[in-house]
Nanobody
Framework: VQLQASGGGLVQAGASLRLSCAASGLTLSTYTMAWFRQVPGNEREFVAVRTLSGGRTYYADSAKGRFTISRDIAKNTVYLQMDSLKPEDTAVYFC??????????????????WGQGTLVTVSS
């Protein structure tokens, strides 16, 4: 099983980026897929999730209205569209796959599989 995250980069505040997470060895449609981010020295932070059951999406307050999680079943890929980026969005972004219960969707420890991370840097 491999999750390959990509799409990070250096952008100015207000710009957009789209992160991708391509899966091999597992079928994304059978997992809840999430994005987390981490700043060195801090814990991994929940950003967004798309649930296995019903395809519902949930976002951290910091991401609501600016980020959108989606998937392409044919490509077995999940995306995180990030608009109106802010310097505080700077972090390494990780995709994750798991089957958490709804109350645990924001808990990183619940997810089974992780991508390697892609760095997003937003300059002011």
């Amino acid at each position: 099983v491999q999750l390959q995250a990509s799409g990070g980069g250096l952008v100015q505040a207000g710009a957009s980026l789209r992160l991708s997470c391509a899966a091999s060895g597992l079928t994304l449609s059978t997992y809840t897929m999430a994005w987390f981010r981490q700043v060195p020295g801090n814990e991994r932070e929940f950003v967004a999730v798309r649930t296995l059951s019903g395809g519902r999406t949930y976002y951290a307050d910091s991401a609501k209205g600016r980020f959108t999680i989606s998937r392409d079943i044919a490509k077995n890929t999940v995306y995180l569209q990030m608009d109106s980026l802010k310097p505080e969005d700077t972090a390494v972004y990780f995709c994750a796959a798991g089957r958490p219960i709804l109350s645990a969707i924001a808990q990183s420890s619940i997810y089974h599989y992780w991508g390697q991370g892609t760095l997003v840097t937003v300059s002011s």
